[in-house]
């Protein structure tokens, strides 16, 4: 099983900062990963796919980069709504044995 | 507009049985993987099952094996979850997401089903 490991557990940070998630791959999952946000109450949303390309919708202010087995969600000026739990997952080994991090939960100061 | 309508969950006693449903409507059902992740309150995500369009493939998470059938309807835009033998550690919501190909990010999500296990 591939495992996933994100840091940090939680973030703290004020608006308009750049907050920086990251997530590791016990192995190589080449791009194969994506980044998920979870708002209080809500089902997770597809932010970045592919490792680097923002889903349909998303605002530019979220980005992704790496491969392999080490990746970045950025945000780059924190509002608000960002405040929710990000999730990486990787789909990259077949037959699928897909596995999530553990969760980074972002708050605002 | 993609939607994706999960239903069924309910409160069982261990060993019991449930079958969770899945409703799609604004896409073409029959042309996309389709996927159930499960959350344990307070908890993570967890991958639990994979279909392909047609059915004729299904993979699992080794948690569930054996106990878990993962199932589809194309004909009227439905994905099942039939668990049986089911344990305490099975108590989670369930979400019903839609993947793209074989090897996707799960692009839309359902709001969840809650399956509680307990006596």
């Known amino acids: 099983e591939i495992v996933m490991t994100q840091s940090p557990a939680t973030l703290s940070m004020s608006p308009g900062e750049r907050a920086t998630l990251s997530c590791w791959a016990s192995?190589?999952?080449?791009?194969?990963l994506a980044w998920y946000q979870q708002k209080p109450g809500q089902a997770p949303r597809l932010l970045i796919y592919?490792?680097?390309t923002r889903a349909s919708g998303i605002p530019p202010r979220f980005s992704g980069s790496g491969s392999g087995t080490e990746f970045t969600l950025t945000i780059s000026s924190l509002q608000s709504e960002d405040v929710a739990v990000y999730y990486c997952q990787q789909y990259n080994n077949w037959p699928p044995s897909w596995t999530f991090g553990q969760g980074s939960k972002v708050e605002i100061k | 507009e993609v939607q994706l309508v999960e239903s069924g969950g309910a409160l069982v006693q261990p060993g019991g049985s449930l079958r969770l449903s899945c409703a799609a409507s604004?896409?073409?059902?029959?042309?996309?993987?389709m996927t159930w992740v499960r959350q344990a309150p307070g908890k993570g995500l967890e991958w639990v099952a994979n279909i392909k369009q047609d059915g004729s493939e299904t993979y699992y998470v080794d948690s569930v094996k054996g106990r878990f059938t993962i199932s589809r309807d194309n004909t009227k835009n439905s994905l099942f979850l039939q668990m049986n033998s089911l344990r305490a550690e099975d108590t989670a919501l369930y979400y019903c997401a839609r993947a793209g190909g074989r090897q996707s990010p799960l692009s839309y999500w359902g709001l969840g089903t809650l399956v509680t296990v307990s006596s």
């Open positions: 192995e190589s999952v080449s791009s194969n």
């Open positions: 592919s490792a680097s």
């Open positions: 604004g896409f073409t059902f029959s042309s996309y993987w």
